[in-house]
């Protein structure tokens, strides 16, 4: 089976400060993958190399088999929600779905509006006026209503209050269950990504420190017994070597 | 995306088609009375000077708040990460907002310059002058239209910042559309010239040129010949061999010239003393033994040749700097 993301030495130079340097990693496919590291480790960079929005400075990386963002079809497979879900103002709820319809040749319409009245989202509302947890919630709605094969989130939730925070993540939880796809999704905190991620990577400046499903992790270490402990293990290894 | 990318032009377009709607409506309910309005020399029609600009300005407009905004803001809001990873590769993205606003400017600006012509042409057929008003009439404005918009996108995709690419394009704009003015156009079709024997009694002396600007040196000013509707670009006086008459060579001529009798500067010599005016008339007869004006003038019938020659210089500028943004929003990120 192809694996969702395989990176390979893949860096990126932003001016004179690399974000991400020599990232070797690899994202299997079919699972719920948590990403997760501390501020300026480099786990937005490398979402945004594996969609395409950045182009590597060194190394390589593809996605489903493929380098990132290589033809409409391909951007058709890889759904994204980035960082504080950007949205258009101006436009509504329902420019919103119209735009994702017509951008997007896989677009399931009877997903988006049932998820919609699911949420309660007024079609007429301005984006602008939504609260934080319905724009993430739109964006989400954007991103999974294409029918993706691999859906990447990168800190959905950070600026969630925590209810809006336990919506979202059941709703991408249960997408994944639903649809089997692969779903990346990035965080600083592990107890966001406990509930719902069978496969953990830990990234330290860079560096992957520990990657494995959740199971065999906990299971192969009798000291530790909650994920938090062991991501917080594994990210303290390596005095010294952290960005910042 | 070609319908979703079209609903949006034409949401962007609204408040420009009601202006122009509104001018529509002003311009046929004016342009019968405008026969009752004798043009009267140096005295130009409101109207006509505040339509005039509302052409000339249109161009800029939608090179700021159409060209401008279109990537930048992506760019400055974030939206960009939701645009670009869509179904759709960017390229294709820019290539249908593009030709979409790109098209819009040109046919708005287009449309606005032909109500603008039918509305002035008795003015302007009345005022014998047609190259004085050329950027604000026929075709031309299209071309400045495409010109603006796609530099907007330009300054856009280049500042990555709405404001600061809104500025840009207005002061880029205005330093191409003069500069070219000034030193393209009368050059795009080669002048016609046409010797004159210099006339003592229409020749004036002085200096030419505005008055923030240094003038120049003060010269023999001949009188401009009658070519109704052409564009004279320059009036020089040469000598047969073709050499410039000279500072030096118009001092030994006419001794005493511009010292304190003649008519310190102006063309018109009508209100001075007899006296001034014949020793005037003198020196010119004597230098026009030796010189003679050399008028460069576009004659009437190369107007329409230069509107179509002028639209496709800024079409093709448009085109270069559309290439130039496609490149460029490319290697973002």
Partial sequence: ?244 | MMGLASRQAVIQSVPAVVAIAIVAIVAAATRPHLAALEPVAGQDNGLRLGLGVLVVVFPALAGMFWGAPLVARELETGTFRLAWTQGITRTRWLVVRLSLMGLASMVLALALSLIVTWWASPLDKAGMDQFASFDERGIVPAGYAAFAFTLGVAAGVLARRTLTAMLTTLVVFVAVRVSFRIWVRPHLLSPVKEALALNPSSTGYGSSGFLPFPTAAPALQPAAPDLPNAWITSIGIVSKDGAPLTGSELARTCPGLGHGRGPGSGLSHRQAPPSVVNSMHDCVARIGVSFHEVVTYQPASRYWPLQWYELALYVGAALVLAGLCLWRVRHIG
Avoid at chain 1, 67 to 96: C, E, I, N
Avoid at chain 1, 103 to 129: E, F, H, I, K
């Fill in chain 1, 1 to 244: 089976m192809i694996n969702a993301i395989e990176a390979d030495g893949l860096g990126k130079r932003y001016g004179r400060r690399w974000a991400l340097s020599d990232c070797t990693l690899t994202v299997p496919a079919g699972q719920v993958v948590g990403l997760v590291g501390p501020n300026g480790a480099g786990k937005t960079t490398l979402l945004h190399l594996a969609v395409g929005l950045a182009t590597p400075t060194s190394g390589t990386i593809s996605v489903l088999g493929a380098p990132p963002a290589s033809g409409a079809a391909h951007l058709a497979r890889v759904g994204f929600v980035a960082q504080d879900t950007p949205v258009y103002a101006g436009l509504s709820v329902a420019g919103h779905l119209r735009m994702g319809r017509a951008l997007n040749p896989g677009w399931d319409d009877g997903l988006a509006s049932r998820r919609m009245s699911q949420l309660g989202l007024d079609p007429r509302q301005r984006a602008g006026r939504l609260s934080g947890g319905q724009r993430a919630q739109l964006a989400l709605t954007l991103a999974i209503a294409k029918t993706p094969d691999l859906l990447i989130l990168d800190e959905p939730v950070a600026s969630l209050d925590p209810l809006a925070r336990r919506d979202f993540l059941e709703a991408v939880a249960e997408i994944a269950t639903a649809r089997g796809i692969t779903v990346i999704l990035s965080s600083h905190l592990v107890a966001d990504l406990e509930r719902i991620c069978g496969y953990v990577i830990v990234l330290t400046a860079s560096r992957v420190r520990m990657a494995g499903s959740v199971a065999a992790l906990l299971a192969a270490d009798a000291d530790r017994q909650a994920l938090d402990d062991l991501v917080i293990a594994a990210m303290r290894e390596t005095p010294g070597q952290e960005a910042r």
